[in-house]
Nanobody, 124 residues
Framework: QVQLVESGGDSVQAGGSRRLSCAAS??????????LGWFRQAPGKEREGVAS????????YYAESLKGRFTISKDNAKNTLYLEMNSLKPEDTAMYYC???????????????WGQGTQVTVSS
């Protein structure tokens, strides 16, 4: 059974930082062979891609509006994906999801496995 379990979400003041983690287990292939991504969804809005990291060597790819504030990384030995978020803004408030999939992409439709999400709330 595939499980992606996010953690690290919390309430934070604007300007603060958070580090999200996503622990994977039960994937059909090794963790290193998957393209991985972070997505977020705010109430009333569509799910949007935040950052993606390629299978193997781990090349990052960011949503243009978030470049410079967010950093995606992974530890293949620990089967864990991370998202470091800095200089947080109220508009970053959302449920954050991790996903594993076939393509190195920010499109949710290219991902096959999803976690349940972790809430990040940024107050001004």
């Amino acid at each position: 059974q595939v499980q992606l379990v996010e953690s690290g979400g919390d309430s934070v003041q604007a300007g603060g930082s958070r580090r999200l983690s996503c622990a994977a287990s039960g994937l059909p292939f090794s963790f290193a062979r998957y393209n991985l991504g972070w997505f977020r969804q705010a109430p009333g809005k569509e799910r949007e891609g935040v950052a993606s990291i390629s299978a193997g060597s781990g090349i990052p790819y960011y949503a243009e509006s978030l470049k410079g504030r967010f950093t995606i990384s992974k530890d293949n030995a620990k089967n864990t994906l991370y998202l470091e978020m800095n200089s947080l803004k109220p508009e970053d408030t959302a449920m954050y999801y991790c996903a594993a999939g076939r393509q190195w992409s920010l499109s949710p439709r290219n991902y096959d496995y999803w976690g349940q999400g972790t809430q990040v709330t940024v107050s001004s």
